[in-house]
């Protein structure tokens, strides 16, 4: 059973950088794409950015490409999601998820891919 568990959020100023981490255990391979969802109160939850363990490949959102980037750090078994020239519409409760089977470009969006979850952790923009 693959456990995530999130930190890092906050409240930051437009134009300002937060860093997120999700700590995870329980992997049973290296075969796994593990990324970032966000959801803004009365929207849907939306990908933000995923990476496969093995391979390094990334997806990103176009709203957030150029300004996010999403990295592993296989010593501490994490995997972050750092975030510069926040925008107030970035504000939403941050989700990192796994998914233990192939993602492409035209599923790694959906959140039903993804079969791990974290709790969340907010991260609001004020501008």
């Known amino acids: 059973q693959v456990q995530l568990v999130e930190s890092g959020g906050g409240s930051v100023q437009a134009g300002g950088s937060l860093r997120l981490s999700c700590a995870a255990s329980g992997y049973t391979s290296k075969y796994y794409y593990v990324g970032w969802f966000r959801q803004a109160p009365g929207k849907e939850r939306e990908g933000v950015a995923t990476?496969?363990?093995?391979?390094?490949?990334?997806f990103y959102a176009d709203s957030v490409k150029g300004r996010f980037t999403i990295s592993l750090d296989n010593a501490k078994n994490t995997f972050d999601l750092q975030m510069n020239s926040l925008k107030p519409e970035d504000t939403a409760m941050y989700y990192c998820?796994?998914?233990?089977?192939?993602?492409?470009?035209?599923?790694?969006?959906?959140?039903?891919?993804?079969?791990?979850w974290g709790q969340g952790t907010q991260v609001t923009v004020s501008s």
């Open positions: 998820a796994a998914a233990n089977s192939p993602l492409y470009t035209d599923s790694w969006q959906y959140d039903g891919a993804y079969k791990y």
């Open positions: 990476i496969h363990l093995a391979y390094g490949d990334t």
